[in-house]
Nanobody
Framework: QVQLVESGGGSVQAGGSLRLSCTASGYTYSPYCMAWFRQAPGKEREGVAALCSSGPTSYADSVKARFTISQDNAKNTLHLQMNSLKPEDTAMYFC????????????????????WGQGTQVTVSS
């Protein structure tokens, strides 16, 4: 059974940084893709950043140059380093994963992902 567990959320002032982690267990797909999504109150969930074991990465325009997605294969962990945080980054952040990759796959859309974590809250104050 695949489980994704997020951690690292918290409260920070604007301009600060946070590093989110997502630890995966029971996950043996190859190739695979993993991603971070977020959902603010009253808004739809949106893709933030994604990467695949075969190489492709993708970032939402709103976080480019501020957020970095990475993975620690030895620890089966996905990270999201978030710098220069803004109040509009406030949201529940979710980790997602899927097995397989094909050219043209929209990595920042929800539909390709099979497995989801429970989320970790990020709050950025001005």
């Amino acid at each position: 059974q695949v489980q994704l567990v997020e951690s690292g959320g918290g409260s920070v002032q604007a301009g600060g940084s946070l590093r989110l982690s997502c630890t995966a267990s029971g996950y043996t797909y190859s190739p695979y893709c993993m991603a971070w999504f977020r959902q603010a109150p009253g808004k739809e969930r949106e893709g933030v950043a994604a990467l695949c074991s075969s190489g492709p990465t993708s970032y939402a325009d709103s976080v480019k140059a501020r957020f970095t997605i990475s993975q620690d294969n030895a620890k089966n962990t996905l990270h999201l380093q978030m710098n220069s945080l803004k109040p509009e980054d406030t949201a529940m952040y979710f980790c997602a994963a899927r097995g397989g990759y094909y050219f043209g796959l929209n990595l920042l859309a929800e539909y390709p992902y099979t497995y989801w974590g429970q989320g970790t809250q990020v709050t950025v104050s001005s």
